[in-house]
Nanobody
Framework: LQLVESGGGLVQPGGSLRLSCTPS????????TGWFRQAPGKEREEISC????????TYADSVKGRFTISRDDNKNTVYLQMDNLEPEDTAVYYC????????????????WGQGTQVTVYQ
């Protein structure tokens, strides 16, 4: 079981990207999904989460007001819309899924993707 991220790339400061997270063979309907990122030399951080129902979303302070997480169960995809990107957002971005998760924190996600690179350059 695997998640596949897409949508990363190169963008200038102030630009936008939309990341997608799609599972390879299972349905995300019953999974809460988180987005993480890891920059070179830094620890991985969780930046956003959307609950199984989609009713709860959470954001790290570093991305609040600029990033938006959403899910489209018809397309079996979770998105991360990233606006007003900054050089500090440069990292590998990962999505992860956990069954019946309400984004309450302190969880070890069961399934992970391989990551997609986002580079914000001047």
């Amino acid at each position: 079981l695997q998640l596949v991220e897409s949508g990363g790339g190169l963008v200038q400061p102030g630009g936008s990207l939309r990341l997608s997270c799609t599972p390879s063979i299972f349905s995300l309907d019953y999974y809460g999904t988180g987005w993480f990122r890891q920059a070179p030399g830094k620890e991985r951080e969780e930046i956003s989460c959307i609950s199984t129902s989609g009713e709860t979303t959470t954001y790290a302070d570093s991305v609040k007001g600029r990033f938006t997480i959403s899910r489209d169960d018809n397309k079996n995809t979770v998105y991360l819309q990233m606006d007003n990107l900054e050089p500090e957002d440069t990292a590998v971005y990962y999505c992860a899924a956990e069954p019946l998760y309400a984004c309450s924190g302190n969880v070890e996600y069961d399934y992970w993707g391989q990551g997609t690179q986002v580079t914000v350059y001047q």
